[in-house]
């Protein structure tokens, strides 16, 4: 079972920094890309970045690019998701998810965390 815990939200004023955290467990986390999409009040989903298992390829939104760097460590099966220069519309719940392949749907994905960012 694809269990996710996500840790690291919180309130930040804009153009601070939040780092994410994604402790994974309960499945081979090697075989999986694992990524962050993040759900506003209001608003759909949105795909935010993702990083392979293969070969580390990370993907990010075009929304979010050069703003966010996810990386992971397969020893310690954790992802992280560094957010820099945050901007109000930043604000969301920030979900940890486990992909097949990035790009397509989730297989998993943990409870959220909430990331505030005020003007």
């Known amino acids: 079972e694809v269990q996710l815990v996500e840790s690291g939200g919180g309130l930040v004023q804009a153009g601070g920094s939040l780092r994410l955290s994604c402790a994974a467990s309960?499945?081979?986390?090697?075989?999986?890309?694992i990524g962050w999409f993040r759900q506003a009040p209001g608003k759909g989903r949105e795909g935010v970045s993702c990083i392979s298992s293969s070969d580390g390829s990370s993907y990010y939104a075009d929304s979010v690019n050069g703003r966010f760097t996810i990386s992971r460590n397969n020893a310690r099966k954790r992802v992280s998701l560094q957010m820099n220069s945050l901007k109000p519309e930043d604000t969301a719940v920030y979900y940890c998810?486990?992909?097949?392949?990035?790009?397509?749907?989730?297989?998993?994905w943990g409870q959220g965390t909430q990331v505030t960012v005020s003007s």
């Open positions: 309960g499945f081979t986390f090697d075989d999986y890309a």
């Open positions: 998810a486990a992909y097949v392949q990035c790009g397509r749907e989730p297989v998993g």
